[in-house]
């Protein structure tokens, strides 16, 4: 997969810092649509298939995915200092966030209210889940394998996760695997 270099990039590891913890404090119940938006759209700091690719590693990497994606992002612009100070950015303000809130819903959890708003952010969650998914999937089109089995693959992976309810570290080495097998046959002279 070839992609075209970003048209900006983080002036410091303060800058990167900061981005991050924006970028943490956005990202409600999922931060990757928020992320990809941010890094992709908004800063220019990575193209559609850096941020695919990106993503595709992080995924597989033990620990939180955009954290995975943290590391990696910063360690490529500043080196060591600027793989800490992402994951700091990603980090700090969100687990200060949590112990408050946390806080405050063992005194509150009973109230209905808050169920419901619980479930409403569950909801609005999933949906951007499924809505970055199908804007990443336009970087697709330049993986060397046919978009028909990318979606194949995309729809294996689901079932043996949602149906046959297979733990998501067995689904992961399987079509992954038959993925990056796929692809190597295919890019291999």
Known sequence: MTSTAPAASPASPRALFWAFASLALQGFGGVMAVVQRELVDRRRWM??????????????????????????????????????????????????????????????????????????????????????????????????????LGWLLTMLAFSMVVFLQWPLWWVLPIIGGIGCGLTWLRTTP
């Not at 590693?57 to 033990?62: D, H, K, Y």
């Not at 990603?90 to 063992?106: D, E, H, K, N």
């Open 47 to 148: 193209t559609q298939e850096q941020f695919a690719q990106d993503w595709a590693v992080a995924q597989i990497l033990p620990g939180p995915n955009v954290v995975n994606l943290s590391i990696m992002f910063g360690e490529r612009h500043f080196g060591l200092r600027g793989a800490f100070a992402a994951t700091a950015g990603m980090l700090i303000a969100p687990t200060l966030l949590v112990l408050a809130v946390g806080s405050l819903y063992l005194q509150w959890a009973d109230h209905p209210a808050v169920g419901g708003a619980l479930r409403g952010m569950g909801a609005v969650a999933a949906g951007l889940v499924i809505g970055t998914g199908l804007k990443l999937s336009v970087a697709l089109h330049k993986h060397p394998l046919p978009l028909w």
